[in-house]
């Protein structure tokens, strides 16, 4: 196998990834592409609610700040001291818009799939569930993050980026190559097992106990929820801000 097949078969590899599925799920038939109407449907939903509460929050700009504006800063504050301890402070600014997206999509996301009852609503197949839930959402996500950090790279650094390739010594230079293309792969699987396990986990203490033993656990999925939105948003960071590392 040649070493500029490589990044073909990192691609290949996802691709081959997006069709893993658990259970059955609903389509919708648009010409003669299948379209997947669960994860469409529940995006659009903590989209709305993502750009509900920003433009609620900043409607009304106060010097001093209260109520919802109070929370929409603090949450920035957080993603911006985040996204400067994983980048440097010369180069994290323009960055922050990308990594605070990222955060707030899973963090929704994930808490949509803890505290809505999306099971009330009755599909032909399948059931709604937390976009974060699906592998496509979170292999599109890892993907994103993978076009950022090529093209953070080469635009800060220009063409020494690809030195690191044949660092410490070109004989890494067919380990190196790869590294680069599993990042996605790992971001993907951990984030998409870690809410999958914890919505099993809930679903079947709900069928076997229905009292007292869910709550806690919900609670406690709560918290994993919000870790693994912090744990996605920083390692994206941190791998764009490896990207970016070397140029003066």
Known sequence: MDIEQLPILGIYALYQVSSVEVGQHFY?????????A????TSWVVI???????????RNLQTVPTGSQ????YALEFIRDLTRTQMGEKEYRPWVPFIG???LFIFVSNWSGALFPWRIIQLPHGELAAPTNDINTTVALALLTSVAYFYAGPHKRG??????YIQPTPVLLPINIPEDFTKPLSLSFRLFG?????ELVV???????PLFVPVPMMLLGLFTSAVQALIFATLAAAYIGESMEGHH
């Open 101 to 103: 997206t990222l955060f």
């Open 28 to 36: 919708w038939q648009i010409g003669n592409f299948q379209v997947h």
């Open 48 to 58: 709305a609610i993502s750009l509900g509460l920003s433009v609620t929050a900043t």
């Open 159 to 164: 063409l020494s980026y690809f030195g690191k």
């Open 194 to 198: 870690n809410i999958l396990a914890d």
């Open 38 to 41: 669960q994860v469409l449907v």
């Open 70 to 73: 109070n929370l929409i800063e």
């Open 203 to 209: 679903a079947v203490l709900v069928s076997s106990v």
